[in-house]
Nanobody, 123 residues
């Protein structure tokens, strides 16, 4: 079992940057594929980015490609989402997720979820 706690969300102006962190408990963090998802009010949860257990493979939604970067530090049991050139449409609750079986772009590939952190981008 792994527990995930996101942090770093806040209000930021359009064009600004923000780094989200997701701290994981447990000694097997390095074996999990990790993902970031987001959900805006009235919308479905959508995939943002994912990273393999080793960090060697990363995946991005087209809407964030070139602006967001996912990274992980297995020594610190933490995964990050660096968000640059933020837009108002990036406003959402951002969730961190862990998968025991691989690295996925679908939310149903993940078994463990954090509580989310709010990102609000003002235009």
């Amino acid at each position: 079992q792994v527990q995930l706690v996101e942090s770093g969300g806040r209000l930021v102006q359009a064009g600004g940057s923000l780094r989200l962190s997701c701290a994981a408990s447990g000694r097997t963090f390095s074996s999990y594929g990790m993902g970031w998802f987001r959900q805006a009010p009235g919308k479905e949860r959508e995939f943002v980015a994912a990273i393999s257990w080793s960090g060697g493979n990363t995946y991005y939604a087209d809407s964030v490609k070139g602006r967001f970067t996912i990274a992980r530090d297995n020594a610190k049991n933490t995964v990050y989402l660096q968000m640059n050139s933020l837009k108002s449409e990036d406003t959402a609750v951002y969730y961190c997720a862990a998968s025991s079986y691989g690295t996925y772009t679908r939310f149903d590939g993940y078994q463990h979820w954090g509580q989310g952190t709010q990102v609000t981008v003002s235009s």
